[in-house]
């Protein structure tokens, strides 16, 4: 179908719309993806609607309740393709249908095997007309772990790191509180926030003892999943006072300590090791969707950082700076062993921004 140039950017002007009403569930829809709607008659938006968290109205059953018969002869924008099965609630498709909505305009394909292609289908079907690929760049970019789960079988990873001008998050010593100042970690655990897990090594929680909770900004914890090959963690550790946790240790683990940790209310997977006695790390991010999680920030140390960098498990990188020269400290990715200026991976700086007197960038790999 081709449109006119004004057809085309007044179709481009509603799922814009679309797609901010859809961020409003971000850190909140896991596993579910991100989806906002519009219903639209006569050139006026008469519905609009979001989806909120699991087990909640989807976006088109809440646009479509506050179109109310407005709805019948209208235009339908949505950014992924309307459901066709039965899961916590019933399906989008046939009340789409029921409604009396003559157009639907979608962004992207549900790659969800129960819909992929059969929302559209069934559109179609019953005499929708369906128009995709309305800003599809922006909206894969939004429900980009959803996806990612579904195309690639894991999570989308974020590293993060805070160090200084010249690399380092530490000193030689181990000292790192605080290398970058609170605008920073306030942005810090806003990722946090829009995360569903959050993954340190054990040599962060003997060093720092944090809580990995989420705090100076709104929202809920994400699962906290602590690295152990040999199960150090102390069993009075805080990351254990509250909210969610794994541990991900060996199959040689101690089970009494195993169990010790599992009477703390948390989670243990064991998952083997490589030739070095290094976790499998691609094995455990693989099984982290069954968890439900589709969005992982990586804030470990220099040895998990350049293990899940040199396993090429990431997809991009949240770097914080301070003006600060620590010298001979420990470098974010200083356990990487580079040989060749050929092996060194180039990203794209996606974002920049000043947070007081350090820098954020956003960095797509």
Known sequence: MIMKVSE??????????????????????????????????????????????????????????????????????????????????????????????????????DPFPKVRGRGVEYLRSHGVEVVSGVLSDEARWLNRGFLKVFEEGRPWITLKAAMSLDGDVALSDGSSRWITGRSSLKRSHLLRAEADAVLVGIGTILKDDPELTVRYVEGEHPLKIILDTHLRIPINAKVFKEGDVLVVTSKGSSPQKVEEIISRGAGVMQIPTDSRGFLDIKEMVCKLPSMDVHYLLVEGGPNVLSSFFDAKLFDEMALFYAPKIMGRGKGAFSGLSLMSMSEIPIGRIRGMKKLDDDLFLEVDM
């Not at 579910?32 to 976006?59: E, L, Q, Y």
């Open 8 to 109: 085309k950017r007044q179709n481009e002007y509603y799922m814009r719309i679309v797609l901010s009403l859809a961020r409003r569930g971000t850190g909140r829809t896991s596993p579910n993806p991100r989806v906002g709607c519009v219903v639209v008659k006569d050139d006026k938006i008469v519905g609009t609607g979001f989806h909120r968290c699991p087990g909640s109205p989807h976006a088109e059953v809440m646009a479509l309740s506050m179109a109310k018969d407005m709805s019948r002869g209208a235009t339908l924008y949505v950014n992924l393709e309307p459901c066709i099965h039965y899961g916590r609630t019933p399906p989008c498709a046939p009340l789409i249908v029921e409604r009396g909505i003559k157009r639907v305009f979608i962004s992207t394909e």
